[in-house]
């Protein structure tokens, strides 16, 4: 058994975060991604600092896994033409462009559907394909805080921060990838291929989920809670002797648990936090118990103590995170070879399947690494013909 998504080709026009991060993921479930780059150029993460693989930034490397590289000037008659002839035999055509460039390079949906009607057309931008908004420039840090999600992120009475992933950008690459998937599965029972059009800012406004209709519903306006929750308790962090932890007793069986656990069954029983409506009325009281009480002894006692019973956890740094037996034995931690400068280290696939025997993992293409290899393959051009194309820096 290979990969779910064998057979299937994309041609990837999308740069920096949130288009490469989702084509990266057809990528890990088999698809054939072919990163097409500008001549010279490239992606314009390429040379992000401050750690490299060889001349490649890590940062490039972390989302273009997967994937081979060609260079095309899709600005010349030529590299124009053959990108066309590369959309005859693809099945997806990815990009993150600002609405209205696809039409000036005559690749949008509409053109691309003439030459293969089952294409489908992804794109990924800021404000979507329509909208008041379509021709703003968008970054992570711009969704986040136009998205909403921002200005409960953070401790109370302190400035709005970011989330610490990129979660603007990726949420696009995620939600983009799913509605790939729908329109492969639609189209082998229609035949036809279609455009789908995923905005950021979109992506941010359906995470806020119960948020957002806390206030759609009852009027609410989020406010930043720090580590803990807007309805349920107790649920946040807790400085102990050595270390913070985190703790979620929301469900009142749970709170019973823990307080079995922490030797005061009695405060199961106390009104003030008897159950859900009670602890959430009382929330205040029942946090300045148990703060006091998590400090008397050290983290690694109360872990120990915990974890068979009630969800928590350390909060782990990076480097604990990416040596934890778990996230080890899920193989979340990967080595792949590269063919210049050898093992190169990088997260793994969190999709897991019983379909899929072996994962695969090649690192980031070099710029335009793969081009000849492609060209040949996809459209049969012999050597005379690509070193014409370079000369004439088609690509």
Request: charged share 25%.
């Amino acid at each position: 058994m290979g990969l779910p998504l064998e057979g299937v080709r994309v041609l990837d026009l999308s740069q920096y975060l949130a288009g490469p991060f989702g084509s990266m993921i057809l990528g890990d479930l088999g698809a054939e991604v072919i990163k097409i780059e500008r001549p010279g150029k490239g992606d314009i993460v390429r040379d992000m600092p401050p750690h490299y693989v060889g001349p490649v930034s890590v940062y490039f490397q972390s989302f273009n896994r997967n994937k081979k590289g060609i260079t095309l000037d899709l600005q010349t008659d030529e590299g124009h033409e053959l990108f066309y002839q590369m959309v005859a035999k693809a099945d997806i055509v990815w990009d993150n462009f600002r609405p209205g460039v696809l039409e000036r390079l005559r690749c949008d949906f509409e053109s691309l559907a003439q030459i293969n009607p089952r294409i489908i057309c992804c794109s990924v931008s800021g404000y979507g394909q329509s909208g008041p908004y379509r021709d703003r420039p968008a970054v992570d840090l711009v969704i986040q805080a136009r998205g909403g999600i921002m200005s409960y992120t953070g401790e109370p009475g302190r400035m709005p921060v970011r989330m610490g992933a990129p979660i603007g950008d990726m949420a696009g690459g995620m939600f983009a990838v799913k509605g790939v998937l729908a329109a492969l599965y639609q189209r082998e029972k229609t035949g036809r291929g279609q455009r789908v059009d995923v905005a950021l800012l979109d992506c941010q406004v359906a995470l806020m989920a119960y948020r957002a209709a806390y206030y759609l519903i009852a009027g609410e306006i989020a406010e930043p809670v720090g580590s803990g929750h807007a309805s349920g308790h107790p649920i946040r962090a807790f400085r102990t002797k050595t270390f913070p932890i985190v703790l979620d007793a929301i469900v009142d069986r749970q709170f019973a648990e823990l307080c079995r656990l922490v030797g005061h069954p009695e405060l199961a029983e106390d009104p003030r936090f008897a159950n859900k409506v009670a602890r959430f009325d009382n929330r205040k009281d029942l946090y300045q118990v148990l703060d006091q009480l998590f400090l008397q002894r050290p983290g690694e006692e109360w872990l120990a103590l915990l974890e068979a019973h009630v969800p928590v956890a350390p909060i782990n740094t990076v480097d604990m995170t990416l040596s934890d037996p778990q996230v080890l034995h899920r193989r979340m931690v990967i080595e792949m070879e590269h063919p210049v400068y050898g093992k190169v280290r990088g997260v793994g696939n969190p999709i897991k399947s019983s379909e899929i025997e072996a994962e695969r993992f090649t690192p980031a293409p070099t710029l335009g690494e793969h081009t000849e290899e492609v060209l040949r393959a996809w459209l049969g051009l012999g050597p005379e013909d690509i070193a014409g194309l370079r000369e004439r820096g088609v690509i």
